[in-house]
Structure formats: C-alpha cells, structure tokens
C-alpha cells in the first residue's frame, strides 16, 4: 500500500507529464503553422515576377521589339513550370509574336501545342485557325472556329472570322448570313458591322455596305481599315469625290493606308 509521500510523488510526475506534454503541444503547432505558411511567400513573389514579365512582353510589343518579347516569353515557359494553363497562355502569346514577323508555320505549331495542353482554350482553337487562313487552309480554318465558338458562344472575333473564311471560299450568301447574326447578338461589336459591309459589297450591293462602313466608323473611329473599305465601296459607285474624302481622313489617322488608298483611287480614275 502507497503511502502519502508515494501518493504525492505519483501526483506531481502524473502533473509533469501533463504540462510537458502541453508544452510539446505549443512548440509542435506552431511550427506546423509556420511550415503551412512558408510555401506562400515565394508563390507570392513568383506570381509578381510572372505578371511583370507578361507586362514587360507587352511592352515590348508596343515598340515592336518581336525578339526581346519572344526571349521574356521565353523565360515565362521555364517559370510556368508544370503549369497547363499558363504554358498554354505563352505559347499562344509567343504564336502572336510570330504572327506579326509572318512566321505562320512556326505560329501554327505553337497555337497547336496550346490546344493540346489547355483544350478549353477558345482563343487559342480561333488563333489556329487565323493562322491556318493566312496558309490558305479555309476549310481546316473553318473547323477551328466552330469549335472556338462551341468552347467560348461570346467570343465575336471567332464568329467575325466563320464569316471571313466562307467570304474567302467564296460563299457570299453564307458569310453574309453569318454576319448579320453577329451584328443582331453583338450591336456594339464593330468588327461586325465592316465584315457584313465588304461582303455586301463584294456580293455587288455597295449602296447597302455604306451603311454597315458608316456604323463600323461610328463604334471605332480610329480604325483605319474601316475608312479604306468604306472609299472602296465608294469607288465601286463611281463616287470618287467620297473616296478621296476617306483618303483625306486616313492622312491624319494612317498616313501609309491613305497612301495605299491614294494609288488605289488614281487607278481607278485611269480605267
């Protein structure tokens, strides 16, 4: 039988336990917390570096600096690790780049290897296609474009291109069939409004296609493109006078499109 001393002592090694236990408690948890935590600081300082390299791309661009663009995107490859939709992300951004130095082949492999790693990526199915047209490949074109518009309904600029491409296969009727429906659904989308007025025109019907140049220029009156379509569609009337007005308005805004309009309207006058 224990006696009081053994009872105390007994009580005071059962108390120890306890508070060492305690104390083990608040020493393991928050280094636990603190191991939880440390991860977020350099995913943090890695998502700034990330955008400041998207921005500095970017920049680049603006100045049409393509090679120092490509190396920054470059560079974004590494830092996007194992990251899909990020990898996606710059090697559609890197197609760009090569579709402004007219790369097209090397354009194409790259919005390629975008669909095959993010193939929810709407914009990167339409840049494919963009691209295939410029190869002259309509009907591979087409088939991107539907399935962009399957992915992404709200993205005109595929819709704009569906009508472009039956255009270029000479389908007026269809391109201007699709065209009428994306200016019914997207009223404030211009491009809309110039693609339904070239088809117009081309289908032989310039007098309505100055209506459809006139909204085009109203929703986007810095688009330079929108004045040189509407002077054709002028010409095509016989109404010179109007045409040179557009021409004079592109010395302003683009001075080597009113160039290029220049020599079309001289042309047209020797016929």
């Known amino acids: 039988?224990?006696?009081?001393?053994?009872?105390?002592?007994?009580?005071?090694?059962?108390?120890?336990?306890?508070l060492g236990l305690g104390l083990l408690c608040l020493v393991v948890l928050p280094l636990a917390q603190a191991q939880q935590r440390r991860p977020s600081a350099p995913s943090e300082t890695l998502l700034k570096e990330k955008q400041t390299l998207f921005e500095a791309a970017q920049t680049e661009l603006d100045h049409d600096h393509y090679v120092e663009a490509l190396r920054i995107y470059n560079k974004l490859l590494v830092l996007a690790g194992q990251d899909r939709?990020?990898?996606?992300?710059?090697?559609?951004?890197?197609?760009?780049?090569?579709?402004?130095?007219?790369?097209?082949?090397?354009?194409l492999a790259e919005f390629q290897q975008?669909?095959?790693?993010?193939?929810?990526?709407a914009v990167a199915f339409n840049n494919l296609g963009e691209t295939q047209g410029?190869?002259?490949?309509?009907?591979?074109?087409?088939?991107?474009?539907n399935h962009a518009v399957s992915l992404d309904p709200k993205l005109s600029r595929a819709r704009y291109n569906i009508g472009i491409t039956y255009g270029?296969?000479?389908?007026?009727?269809?391109?201007?069939?699709?065209?009428?429906?994306?200016?019914?659904?997207?009223?404030?989308?211009?491009?809309?409004?110039?693609?339904?007025?070239v088809t117009l025109s081309r289908s032989g019907r310039p007098a309505e296609?100055?209506?459809?140049?006139?909204?085009?220029?109203?929703?986007?009156?810095?688009?330079?493109?929108?004045?040189?379509?509407?002077?054709l569609s002028y010409l095509i009337l016989g109404e010179t006078a109007k045409a040179a007005e557009q021409q004079r308005i592109l010395q302003d805004l683009a001075p080597q499109v009113a160039n290029q309009l220049a020599s079309v309207i001289v042309k047209r006058q020797m016929r």
Not at 1 to 14: F, L, P, S, T
Not at 179 to 195: A, H, I, N, S, T
């Open 1 to 18: 039988m224990k006696g009081a001393g053994d009872a105390i002592r007994e009580n005071v090694r059962q108390i120890a336990l306890t």
């Open 85 to 107: 939709q990020m990898l996606a992300t710059v090697r559609v951004k890197i197609g760009n780049v090569l579709v402004l130095q007219r790369k097209f082949e090397k354009a």
């Open 114 to 121: 975008a669909t095959s790693l993010d193939p929810t990526y």
């Open 134 to 145: 410029e190869l002259r490949q309509y009907n591979r074109a087409l088939e991107q474009f």
């Open 168 to 197: 270029r296969l000479g389908n007026l009727k269809y391109s201007e069939f699709v065209f009428r429906l994306l200016v019914r659904d997207r009223p404030e989308y211009d491009l809309g409004y110039d693609g339904l007025a």
């Open 209 to 231: 296609a100055i209506v459809m140049h006139q909204k085009a220029i109203a929703l986007n009156p810095k688009e330079p493109s929108y004045y040189y379509n509407l002077a």
